[in-house]
């Protein structure tokens, strides 16, 4: 599967940003989706994932309850509702998919290519 992320972009603290991740294939819909964020100079960290049907959901506590992933199979995407921004959400955002029900970064076998999101007045 080949993920394409897009959406990022300027916004100020306190504001909302909706990213989506475009999937190619016909398997889209067998697959974890999760989305991952890398600071500069930090390494990449788990952000949120979706179940294959998105029955089930898990976030990042530093995310929870400001952030909302969602998966529509259907249209062959995903998407990570970010409101609530704070500065240090500043990161490139990344979806990636995979098999294995999982927060590790490593075990992610697909990437898409990032999208940068900044948070700043």
């Known amino acids: 599967v080949q993920l394409q992320a897009s959406g990022g972009g300027l916004v100020q603290p306190g504001g909302s940003l909706r990213l989506s991740c475009a999937a190619s294939?016909?398997?889209?819909?067998?697959?974890?989706v999760g989305w991952f964020r890398q600071a500069p100079g930090k390494e990449r960290e788990f952000v949120a994932r979706i179940h294959r049907i998105g029955s089930m959901t898990v976030y990042a506590d530093s995310v929870k309850g400001r952030f909302t992933i969602s998966r529509d199979n259907a249209e062959n995407t995903a998407a990570l509702q970010m409101n609530s921004l704070r500065p240090e959400d500043t990161a490139v955002y990344y979806c990636?998919?995979?098999?294995?029900?999982?927060?590790?970064?490593?075990?992610?076998?697909?990437w898409g290519q990032g999208t940068l999101v900044t948070v700043s007045s």
């Open positions: 294939g016909r398997t889209f819909s067998s697959y974890i």
């Open positions: 990636a998919a995979d098999r294995t029900w999982t927060s590790t970064a490593s075990a992610y076998s697909y």
